[in-house]
Nanobody
């Protein structure tokens, strides 16, 4: 059974920073990619960023230059991070991590990020 556990959300002022973590455990086998999505109130879930098995990264235009995805797969840790800088109120959302392997995709439980004065 695969489990993703997220941490690091919270309340931050505009211009501030937060770092999200997502630790994957269980029978994941080979990971194709790890990524982050978000869902703001009243909106559909949207893709934010992905890091592939080879280390390539892609970002949504709305976060490019402000967010950075990274991963730690050493010693079977299978952890993905999202460093969020220069946060804006429109970044407020529930953030979800996703892990993709040859068989299925797995989602974290979601974590709230609120950007407000």
């Amino acid at each position: 059974q695969v489990q993703l556990v997220q941490s690091g959300g919270g309340l931050v002022q505009p211009g501030g920073s937060l770092r999200l973590s997502c630790a994957a455990s269980g029978s994941i086998a080979v990971i194709y990619s790890m990524g982050w999505y978000r869902q703001a109130p009243g909106k559909q879930r949207e893709w934010v960023t992905t890091i592939t098995r080879g280390g390539s990264t892609n970002y949504a235009d709305s976060v490019k230059g402000r967010f950075t995805i990274s991963r730690d797969n050493a010693n079977a840790k299978n952890t993905v991070y999202l460093q969020m800088n220069s946060l804006k109120p429109e970044d407020t959302a529930v953030y979800y991590c996703k892990v993709q392997n040859p068989i299925a995709e797995y989602w974290g439980q979601g974590i709230q990020v609120t950007v407000s004065l």
